[in-house]
């Protein structure tokens, strides 16, 4: 089974700054990696999926990269609307089992 | 406009059961995968069963593997998730979700349906 491991669970940044959040796969998911926001009482919105490529709607601000084990989801100057938990999904394995990542908060500093 | 609308959640004894039902709506259902993912209240998103576009092929996480039983039905847009033999930990908002983008990453939701297993 693939183990997704997010870092750091909480993250305080104030308005306008850069957020780093970070996503580690136990073993190479390839490029078969996504990312996903959700905000108090609303479902999860996919944000990127392989691993750099931006869903329909989301603003350029949200990027993604990496590689195999190691991810990375950049909010280049945070608004106030990006305030939320973050998870990583892996899809990389067969048969079908999704993982997701236990989520990174992301709160006003 | 893609809807996803899950119903059947509520208060279960353990040992209950429950079927959930999603009804899809603005795109065509049949063609894709559905899956479902739980979330206990105040955790993190957990993958929970999945179908391929015709009902031939499913998948579980083996928590739930001999207990839920997922199923569509695609002349009525729904999908089911038959939940048997429920415990305690299976209390979570369970989601509906689709891939329609060829990949295994969920691109449309469902709001969520809560259910409790507890006496």
Not at chain 1, 5 to 31: F, H, K, W
Not at chain 2, 49 to 63: E, P, V, W
């Amino acid at each position: 089974e693939i183990v997704m491991t997010q870092s750091p669970a909480t993250l305080s940044v104030s308005p306008g700054e850069r957020a780093t959040l970070s996503c580690r796969a136990s073993q190479s998911v390839s490029s078969n990696l996504a990312w996903y926001q959700q905000k108090p009482g609303q479902a999860p919105r996919l944000l990127i999926y392989g691993a750099s490529t931006r869903a329909t709607g989301i603003p350029a601000r949200f990027s993604g990269s990496g590689s195999g084990t190691e991810f990375t989801l950049t909010i280049s100057s945070l608004q106030s609307e990006d305030f939320a938990v973050y998870y990583c999904q892996q899809y990389n394995n067969w048969p079908p089992k999704l993982t997701f990542g236990g989520g990174t908060k992301v709160e006003i500093k | 406009e893609v809807q996803l609308v899950e119903s059947g959640g509520g208060l279960v004894q353990p040992g209950g059961s429950l079927r959930l039902s999603c009804a899809a709506s603005g795109f065509t259902f049949s063609s894709y995968w559905m899956h479902w993912v739980r979330q206990a209240p105040g955790k993190g998103l957990v993958w929970v069963s999945r179908i391929n576009s015709d009902g031939s092929s499913t998948s579980y996480a083996d928590s739930v593997k001999g207990r839920f039983t997922i199923s569509r039905d695609n002349a009525k847009n729904t999908l089911y998730l038959q939940m048997n033999s429920l415990r305690a930990e299976d209390t979570a908002v369970y989601y509906c979700a689709t891939q329609t983008l060829g990949i295994r990453c969920l691109d449309y939701w469902g709001q969520g349906t809560l259910v409790t297993v507890s006496s």
